[in-house]
């Protein structure tokens, strides 16, 4: 079975070396957010010859081509990810660097705001924050027992009654 991606450089007029194959692969493989470095050290395990220059020029050609999805974390860090169809937003945790998602539904009426206050499409959101891990991990350091507070859940409240 053959994605669309083939399809399209190859309609393009675009050759189908092995090295974009092997990107492509490689990303679609991947269900997470890759930095180029990480596509290219998995694109060697198989062809050892490729360098990194090759494969950021591949990167740029998919993300020209809207196959693959570019987003960039700071003036040092980007990340690609094969293009989706349902859009989604990036929460990206400042303490791990953990990257999850999110979708429109999930932020409310947020883009709605912007869209019918601003006349703003949001396209492409990343918000900054500390995941659930690292909360919970500062937690058990800093806070002390049995501080419960207003955005507590459920979990903590058969405790105190
Ligand atoms: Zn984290
Ligand atoms: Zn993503």
Redesign the pocket.
């Known amino acids: 079975m053959t994605h669309h991606a083939t399809k399209t450089l190859q309609e393009l007029g675009y050759r189908l070396t092995p090295q974009r194959t092997l990107v492509w692969d490689v990303l679609r493989a991947s269900d997470g957010h890759m930095s180029a470095e990480e596509v290219c050290a998995q694109v060697q395990s198989s062809f050892p010859h490729i360098n990194i220059s090759t494969v950021y020029r591949t990167l740029e050609l998919l993300v020209e081509l809207h196959l693959v999805r570019e987003t960039q974390l700071g003036p040092t860090r980007r990340f690609f990810e094969v293009e989706e169809e349902v859009p989604h937003h990036h929460l990206v945790?400042?303490?791990?660097?953990?990257v999850a998602h999110v979708h429109d539904e999930d932020l409310g009426s947020l883009h709605l705001t912007l869209a019918k206050g601003q006349g703003f499409a949001a396209k492409q959101l990343t918000i900054f924050g500390?995941?659930?891990?690292?909360?919970a991990e500062g937690d058990r350091g800093t806070a002390p027992a049995g501080e419960v507070g207003p955005a507590a859940d459920a979990a903590g409240d058969a405790a105190g009654a």
Do not use: K, M, P
Request: glycine share 8%; net charge negative; proline share 0%.
């Open positions: 945790c400042e303490r791990c660097g953990s500390i995941c659930d891990t690292c909360a």
